[in-house]
Nanobody, 126 residues
Framework: VQLQASGGGLVQPGGSLRLSCVTS????????IGWFRQAPGKEREGVSC????????YYADSVKGRFTISRDNAKNTVYLQMNSLKPEDTAVYYC????????????????????WGQGTQVTVSS
């Protein structure tokens, strides 16, 4: 099981980024995938989760209305569209899964997945 996040970068406040999480080693369409982040000196924070059915999505209150999670099973990829970015969104972003246990986000927004990959740095600064 492998997950690889990408798409991070430096963006000004109010800007947008789209993160991608490419998965391998399992059939993505059957499992839930989540995003979490870790800022310097802070604990991991769950950001979002999408179940195997696309209409079952969850967001942390801190990103609700600004971030959108989606998936393209044919490309084995989950996306996190981040709009109206704020300096407090600065962190390393990771994607994770509880494969083979979770087809849905049964634990809601979490940051302690069984599998996660190398993260991608997002820096929001003017």
């Amino acid at each position: 099981v492998q997950l690889q996040a990408s798409g991070g970068g430096l963006v000004q406040p109010g800007g947008s980024l789209r993160l991608s999480c490419v998965t391998s080693g399992f059939t993505l369409e059957h499992y839930a995938i989540g995003w979490f982040r870790q800022a310097p000196g802070k604990e991991r924070e769950g950001v979002s989760c999408i179940s195997s059915s696309d209409d079952d999505t969850y967001y942390a209150d801190s990103v609700k209305g600004r971030f959108t999670i989606s998936r393209d099973n044919a490309k084995n990829t989950v996306y996190l569209q981040m709009n109206s970015l704020k300096p407090e969104d600065t962190a390393v972003y990771y994607c994770g899964t509880d494969w083979p246990l979770s087809t849905h986000c049964i634990r809601g927004i979490v940051a302690d997945y069984t599998y996660w990959g190398q993260g991608t740095q997002v820096t929001v600064s003017s």
